[in-house]
């Protein structure tokens, strides 16, 4: 039989003390179950090293284990380190419990910030049965500090309290807004038959980062690209742009050139992220002949034609005068 193939021994023992702790020991506080060395409860003086030793008759390894056992009050000195976000859902974790809960799934932890028990109304925060976790509905700077978990074990007849302390950071974030589209903020652009145009869409996010916010148009609730396949109208690139401090979003829509059928198309710019979001529709309508020359052409004929009015009667008098004189000789 290989070395490998034969069953090993495990002990445990503490450095110093020719105390040996076999399979199945259990004296007073200390129990060994499985591969795993208990203290119900941990006491001060069980600090120190201990050694795990398997063996057979052809092997041995050793594994050398520090347990420090610390005070209530210094426990933040061993707390577990976690993260979460502001104005984000978050988890505060309560590590290391598989050996005591193991197929339990009815198991419900006490949570604490410092000293003082948490109130778990659903609002705020949030525990489920069976969960190892702390659910913060919405994190903010407040939320950072030191938590503690605690989990009621029961072995054999006795009842223990099994702790855990957790720091949370949190970490600021610039909150997120739904967008808001500035313009158009007229439904009607009026353009001239054949004309190349551009109409622009531009939406406010506000402190929220550009990328969390897709802006697109369509028409007749259909997407650019698809109604119009040989590109006569088509989106143009995307503008990210900051101003007095706040984001905004172009997407232009040009037409190259305008067509009659263009001023019966309902064009709609949507603007959408994570919170909401919101559409403004569009129309393009023809615009009317400019008249204005026409005006401005009409003093001027005016005096055109008195001026011609004016020429022509003078003729006509010195025709008249001309006959005059000419029957009087």
Known sequence: MDAFDQPLNLTWGKNGSATIIPAGYRKTRILLQDDALWFLPASSEDSGEYICTRRNSSYCADVSVHLTVVEK???RNISYLQKAFTFSPGKVVCPALAS??????????????GSIP????????????GTNYLIINSVS????GYYT???????EAGQYNITRTIRLETLGQKKRSRPVIVY???????AGLGSRLTMICKVLTGESSHFYTEVWWLANKTYIGRLYQ????TEGERQELVENDENYIEVPLIFDPVKEADFNTDFTCVAHNSLGHEIRAA???QQERDTSWYLALIPVALVVAIAGGVCLHKCWKRRSARGYIATKS
């Open 184 to 190: 158009p903020n007229e439904k009607v652009t009026l």
């Open 100 to 113: 005591f809960v193991q197929k339990n799934t009815n198991y419900e932890l006490k949570w604490y910030k």
């Open 141 to 144: 700077l407040d939320d950072s």
């Open 118 to 129: 948490l109130d778990i109304d659903n609002k705020k925060f949030a525990v489920l049965k």
């Open 73 to 75: 009050s210094a426990v």
């Open 283 to 285: 129309q393009v309508k």
């Open 149 to 155: 978990c605690q989990l009621t074990f029961r072995h």
């Open 230 to 233: 040989k590109g006569r109208v």
